[in-house]
């Protein structure tokens, strides 16, 4: 009860700011719907492959730089269609759960569209987890056959493929492994698999797709949550199909474009904003590695000719530091996404000037909403493209409320709620949760809350200004972390690369502010600037109760990271941060002192380089 009661407060805390005064009808209100142009298509996966490959066989599909495979929309059709009569001769059935764990590979694109073809729900497991975790996913979602890699990148799975094999009741569910890639004794591979579709005729295959409807579930998508158990987002073949196609046309797409896409398939970006986005459209898509290598990426650019390239902001930095060889070019380079943190302006600078990606376009979205919700447009100016997310995509209806559920003023901040054709069907198993998420209104349109705080200005464009649980509050007083890390990283030394706010106990505020500092990776001699210099320069801009009491450096031994930790999709493990922060002052490596304003405060106690 009193952890509820903390909880609570804290909930209330976090909503006070947000307007309770009632909203003129004649004011403007931060409500927006999606133009209904094109209408949406009523195709499954299964026909949208079918389409493309009747309109382009022998168009390069798919690239995979690391295996060297090369598929045409052709190859991809045939090798899902041998994959999804081998499904139902292993007794594989419309709704049965089809689970994969590996790295970006052609098999998984195959997998995909097979599964889909006889209305089978893939399951995409984080590439990341451990066995306990994969266990937990596949025992929640009840798979039956289990496609895994023994290893890809830095990653493998031989323990949980040692449990699963010494006991079936590790997931009682399972009824076959299917290993890619290579061989584990006990289970069967993806070659020996594909030699079964020769029991299964083609006109079986029709039989099973003609029982698959737009509106089925064909993706189980679990959420990156940062506390208790992820949650599975039940996606239909509607949302996906027309999620993609509207994603691609934000890019501007056509059959002439070749997307790098170092992003994780187990995730909507790799998954629908990257392969789906490309099939929609008849485009080429690149997978430069199993897992990110910002190397395989920058040969791949190059090699491949690419018009496109899709990455979170730690991918981009990590891609711009590298050298370039002479010979290297990306000058068909005109667009891509970047997704799933806020991009520091220099960043975005360096993305323009040496990586041509004058048609880059940012994106707002998540996993319960199939994911994109809005995307700037490749003519948007430059600043709308690096202070918004744009603008609300086809189809689809946003809000911004108080805390009470009325909808705000245009321009006064608040809690974004979504609706529209692509919000999930709800969480697998699980309609506590669902219900908490979505809710009809009066009219019995279904709202889903994304727990984001945002804002829209009078044309439309929607500006995420932070994440309620990532608020920092400081005496009673909200201070927004994004703000904060977009003035560190643009310090003038060039020394920080990136930053993480994240609140720490305080005896007298309740939390006080503190920052993580990610090194540039090439720093060429440049001397790291002095905690006192930090707080001085965030003063400046965003006043003194928001410079940072405790700043903490990646690489220093008392933190015990070197890189800043995220999820296998890009997002920052702020919850671990937390964590560390918490520890560190709780150990004592901090002293009581006298903040900038006089008030009692942690002051930092001088640390060595």
Request: glycine share 8%; net charge negative.
């Amino acid at each position: 009860m009193a952890t509820e009661a903390v909880s609570l407060r804290r909930l209330r805390q976090t909503t006070s700011h947000l307007s309770q005064t009632p909203v003129d009808g004649s004011q403007g209100l931060s409500i927006v719907h999606g133009p209904t142009n094109p209408p949406l298509l009523q195709w499954t996966l299964g026909d949208l492959l079918d389409e493309q490959a009747s309109a382009g066989r022998d168009k390069e599909c798919l690239v995979v730089s690391w295996t060297g495979a090369r598929w045409t929309y052709g190859d991809l059709q045939r090798q899902s269609q041998q994959l999804a009569k081998a499904l139902l001769a292993t007794g594989v059935q419309s709704g049965d759960r089809v689970g994969i764990l590996a790295g970006n590979c052609e098999e998984y694109a195959a997998i995909f569209f097979a599964a889909g073809y006889i209305g089978a729900i893939l399951v995409v497991l984080n590439s990341t987890y451990t066995a306990t975790e994969a266990k937990y996913a596949l025992n929640h979602s009840g798979c039956k056959l289990l496609f895994i890699q023994e290893r890809y990148g830095r990653h493998s799975n031989l323990e949980l493929l040692a449990e699963v094999r010494q006991s079936a009741r590790e997931v009682a569910s399972l009824k076959a492994v299917i290993m890619l890639k290579g061989q584990f004794e006990g289970f069967s591979t993806y070659q020996g698999l594909l030699e079964k579709a020769s029991e299964y005729s083609d006109r079986e295959l029709e039989k099973a797709r003609k029982l698959v409807d737009t509106h089925d579930i064909c993706n189980l998508q679990y959420t990156s949550g940062s506390t208790g158990d992820p949650k599975a987002a039940m996606l239909t073949h509607h949302n996906l199909v027309n999620n993609s196609r509207a994603i691609g046309d934000r890019m501007a797409f056509t059959s002439a474009d070749i997307l790098c896409c170092p992003p994780p398939l187990f995730h909507c970006f790799g998954l629908v904003l990257g392969l789906l986005a490309c099939i929609t459209h008849g485009s080429t898509i690149v997978l430069p590695a199993p897992t990110f290598s910002a190397a395989a990426v920058l040969s791949a650019l190059s090699d491949e000719n690419c018009t496109a390239l899709h990455g979170v902001p730690a991918m981009f930095e990590e891609l711009l530091a590298l050298p370039r060889p002479d010979s290297w070019s990306c000058t068909n380079l005109r667009t891509g996404i970047v997704a799933g943190a806020p991009v520091p302006k220099a960043l975005m600078k360096r993305m323009l000037e040496e990586l041509n990606m004058t048609e880059y376009t940012s994106s707002y979205g998540l996993t319960e909403a199939s994911p994109t919700c809005f995307n700037a447009e490749t003519h948007d100016t430059i600043h709308r493209r690096t202070t918004t997310v744009g603008k609300i995509m086809p189809h689809m209806h946003a809000k911004i409320v108080d805390r009470n559920g009325a909808i705000l003023p245009v321009g006064q901040r608040g809690e974004l709620y979504m609706a529209g054709y692509s919000l999930q069907k709800g969480y697998w198993n699980n309609p506590i949760k669902t219900a908490e998420a979505m809710a009809p209104d009066e009219q019995g349109i279904v709202w889903l809350s994304t727990g984001d705080e945002a804002c829209f200005d009078a044309h439309g464009y929607c500006t995420i200004t932070g994440r309620f649980k990532d608020i920092v509050i400081r005496g009673g007083e909200n201070i927004y972390p994004v703000e904060i890390e977009e003035r560190l990283a643009a310090h003038p030394s060039g020394v920080i690369a990136r930053a993480a706010v994240v609140g720490v106990r305080h005896c007298k505020y309740g939390e006080v502010v503190s920052a993580f500092l990610l090194p540039a990776v090439i720093m060429h001699g440049l001397k790291r600037p002095s905690d006192e210099e930090l707080k001085v320069w965030v003063r400046e801009v965003l006043g003194r109760h928001k410079a940072p009491t405790h700043l903490f450096w990646f690489g220093d031994e008392e933190v015990g990271m070197q890189v800043m930790p995220q999820t296998g999709s890009g997002k920052v493990k702020k919850h671990l941060l937390r964590e560390v922060a918490q520890r560190l002052v709780d150990a004592g490596g901090f002293e009581m002192g006298m903040d900038y304003e006089g008030w009692p405060a942690m002051k930092e106690c001088t640390l060595e380089f």
